[in-house]
């Protein structure tokens, strides 16, 4: 097996796993950034529309809300039965993002929440998704921000990198996280996928969670390969990780509660 095949299934088996606690917090946050991403891709009455990595199928339904034919693709069955039960009557299916079970030039839009973080090769995806657009048609794609620009997510990075722990030596190797953080890097990555037109600019928001227990819990039971830099970590090293996670998320106290800065990259183009 190659290194991004072993990658691909480590992500496929992991969501499978953390689909629900996925929806419990971080999908709450994500669902945040819907309406801008259906916004960018220009979904309206009548759209055809693919929602891939569609996760708890927040955009499908947001799409199909707003008069279009919207389907939810998703490699994890266990995202799908989360989407499934949530929106009842939508069509979700179950597929990898390199091979869509689309006709070319078939649909009017495709939008990926966050999905680039997770794709071994993402060129090849952004072609597949350049493949079953219409003339004229768009993508849309979000991916996190920075960690120093977006502490949801960067906290446990911060936390992980003052503890000094090393990646578990049994996690497969993936692609750098934050590798379309950068506003060059992702529209290169559209534009290397054939896409012109490209734009990419920022949402940012302060999203509230009630302590740094439920941002742990989120992230450790709502990720995958974050997750697995802890929870493979000795006991010691994960309680260590816990402290300066706990401390670092004390920043963003607000009255009782935590207002944790979330920045996110929208990225967009036409063929």
Request: hydrophobic share 50%; aromatic share 6%.
């Amino acid at each position: 097996m190659q290194p991004g095949a072993t990658f691909s299934a480590f992500e496929r088996a992991g969501w499978d796993e953390q689909a629900n606690g996925y929806d419990r917090m971080l999908g709450r946050v994500t669902a945040r950034v819907v309406d801008p991403l259906l916004d960018a891709a220009g979904v309206g009455p009548a759209s055809r529309v693919v929602d891939v990595a569609c996760g708890p199928g927040d955009a499908t339904a947001a799409a199909a809300a707003r008069g279009a034919r919207a389907v939810g693709i998703d490699v994890a069955a266990m995202m799908l039965q989360v989407a499934r039960r949530r929106h009842r009557g939508l069509a979700f299916l179950q597929a990898t993002a390199e091979a869509l079970p689309f006709a070319s030039g078939s649909v009017d839009a495709v939008v990926g929440g966050f999905l680039v973080h997770h794709l071994a090769e993402p060129v090849p995806v952004l072609r597949e998704f350049a493949r079953v657009l219409a003339p004229g048609g768009r993508v849309a794609l979000t991916a996190w921000d920075l960690p120093e620009r977006c502490p949801l997510v960067g906290i446990l990075v911060d936390a992980v990198a003052e503890v000094g722990a090393p990646p578990p030596a049994d996690l497969p190797p993936g692609p750098p996280f934050f590798q379309f953080s950068a506003d060059d890097a992702f529209a290169g990555l559209l534009a290397a996928g054939g896409f012109g037109a490209v734009d990419v600019h920022t949402v940012a928001f302060a999203h509230p969670v009630a302590d740094a227990g439920e941002l742990w819990n989120g992230l450790i039971r709502g990720t995958v390969r974050s997750s697995a830099l802890v929870v493979r970590q000795p006991d010691g090293v994960q309680r260590a990780i816990r402290a300066a996670f706990d401390r670092l998320a004390g920043r963003y106290a607000d009255g009782s509660r935590l207002a944790v800065p979330v920045s996110v990259k929208l990225a967009t183009g036409h063929v």
